[in-house]
């Protein structure tokens, strides 16, 4: 195999985009997104998406090419994404990804498990649960169910414990008994690496970009979707907060105050994600590109 993946993974506001741009006008190369929020084109401010400099420097994928109407799973992703990776490895021998969501990222780098289809009752009453239980109840729940997903799952993620909670539910099984025992087979090699920061930098990074976001426009954005706001797509942080502002429930100073520290909340839940991989060469997010480009080089010479 001559086919590489250069992955480049990291909390939220450390510089991935930027990064993906050198890297791939370096190697003369496309970009695939894996950031689930990303994909869709009616939320780009609140999502940082690439701007349209930046989307002219190298061809993306998986870049605003779904609406916030369409249902899109992370299986579907996996599917599409490897057909693409095909594709352009005819012709590239490297393609570079950049994304923080952790899920997506590893479908296409070791596959995604498949789930049976769970009726969206079983969801809908598990978020009523949430809200009116609290997620040390869910947690409490699974444990009784999948005691090895509640030792190994991002517990403290609702999303995740619900996730693993509706699969128990709606089949009667424990979500673990699911889960691959092997990676799938893929006909390109990755290399992995992540940018990191201390944690106060990346928070106060976090704060000047959600300011920058309201500057940009974000408020008008979430208004425009806001009578979509019972969508997947859109219950994610940015907009949650901002939807509460226009029911009159919360203040917009409180509103962005809440979207810095949800955010904040989520860049923790990446990097404990990503850490996880003991494969991944981390970054201090200043390095110089020289630096990464030299080791890519050593990586590429050791895999070739």
Same mark, same amino acid.
Request: net charge neutral; with cysteine.
């Given at each position: 195999?001559?086919?590489?993946?250069?992955?480049?993974?990291?909390?939220?506001?450390?510089?991935?985009?930027?990064?993906?741009? !050198?890297?791939?006008?370096?190697?003369?190369?496309?970009?695939?997104?894996?950031?689930?929020?990303?994909?869709?084109? %009616?939320?780009? /401010?609140?999502?940082?998406? #690439?701007?349209?400099?930046?989307?002219?420097?190298?061809?993306?994928?998986?870049?605003?090419?779904?609406?916030?109407?369409?249902?899109?799973?992370?299986?579907?992703?996996?599917?599409?994404?490897?057909? &693409?990776?095909?594709?352009?490895?005819?012709? @590239?021998?490297?393609?570079?990804?950049?994304?923080? $969501?952790?899920?997506?990222?590893?479908?296409?780098?070791?596959?995604?498990?498949?789930?049976?289809?769970?009726?969206? %009752?079983?969801?809908? =009453?598990?978020?009523? %649960?949430?809200?009116?239980?609290? *997620?040390?109840?869910?947690?409490?729940?699974? &444990?009784?169910?999948?005691? @090895? $997903?509640?030792?190994?799952?991002?517990?403290?993620? #609702?999303?995740?414990? /619900?996730?693993?909670?509706?699969?128990?539910?709606?089949?009667? =099984?424990?979500? $673990?008994?699911?889960?691959?025992?092997?990676?799938? =087979?893929?006909?390109?090699?990755?290399?992995?690496?992540?940018?990191?920061?201390?944690?106060?930098?990346?928070?106060?990074?976090?704060?000047?970009?959600?300011?920058?976001?309201?500057?940009?426009?974000?408020?008008? %954005?979430?208004?425009?979707?806001? !009578?979509?706001?019972?969508?997947?797509?859109?219950?994610?942080?940015?907009? !949650?907060?901002?939807?509460?502002?226009?029911?009159?429930? +919360?203040?917009?100073?409180?509103?962005?105050?809440?979207?810095?520290?949800?955010?904040?909340?989520?860049?923790?839940?990446?990097?404990? +994600?990503? =850490?996880?991989?003991?494969?991944?060469? +981390?970054?201090?997010?200043?390095?110089?590109? &020289?630096? /990464?480009?030299?080791?890519?080089?050593?990586? *590429? @010479?050791?895999?070739?």
């Amino acid at each position: 195999m001559n086919n590489y993946l250069i992955s480049i993974v990291g909390p939220t506001g450390i510089g991935k985009t930027a990064l993906s741009l !050198k890297l791939a006008a370096h190697f003369n190369t496309d970009i695939i997104s894996a950031d689930s929020r990303q994909f869709y084109k %009616e939320i780009p /401010i609140g999502t940082a998406a #690439p701007n349209s400099e930046e989307l002219e420097v190298a061809t993306h994928h998986f870049i605003h090419h779904k609406s916030i109407k369409d249902a899109y799973s992370v299986g579907a992703f996996e599917k599409e994404a490897i057909e &693409k990776l095909e594709v352009l490895h005819a012709s @590239k021998n490297i393609v570079v990804m950049v994304g923080g $969501s952790g899920l997506y990222v590893n479908a296409v780098i070791e596959g995604f498990d498949e789930f049976p289809d769970i009726a969206p %009752e079983i969801r809908g =009453q598990l978020n009523l %649960e949430l809200e009116s239980k609290g *997620l040390v109840f869910l947690q409490q729940e699974l &444990k009784r169910l999948d005691p @090895k $997903s509640y030792k190994t799952i991002a517990i403290k993620n #609702p999303h995740r414990v /619900i996730r693993a909670l509706e699969i128990c539910k709606g089949t009667g =099984q424990p979500y $673990s008994s699911f889960l691959k025992k092997h990676k799938a =087979q893929r006909n390109f090699k990755t290399i992995s690496i992540g940018l990191k920061a201390d944690r106060p930098l990346i928070y106060e990074r976090i704060n000047n970009r959600v300011d920058q976001m309201i500057e940009n426009g974000l408020l008008e %954005e979430a208004q425009a979707v806001f !009578k979509h706001r019972d969508l997947n797509a859109l219950n994610t942080v940015g907009y !949650k907060e901002l939807f509460n502002y226009f029911d009159g429930q +919360w203040t917009l100073e409180f509103a962005i105050s809440e979207i810095k520290k949800n955010t904040r909340r989520f860049a923790k839940r990446q990097m404990t +994600w990503f =850490q996880k991989d003991s494969e991944t060469e +981390w970054f201090e997010y200043d390095t110089n590109v &020289k630096v /990464i480009l030299d080791y890519l080089s050593e990586e *590429l @010479k050791k895999t070739s």
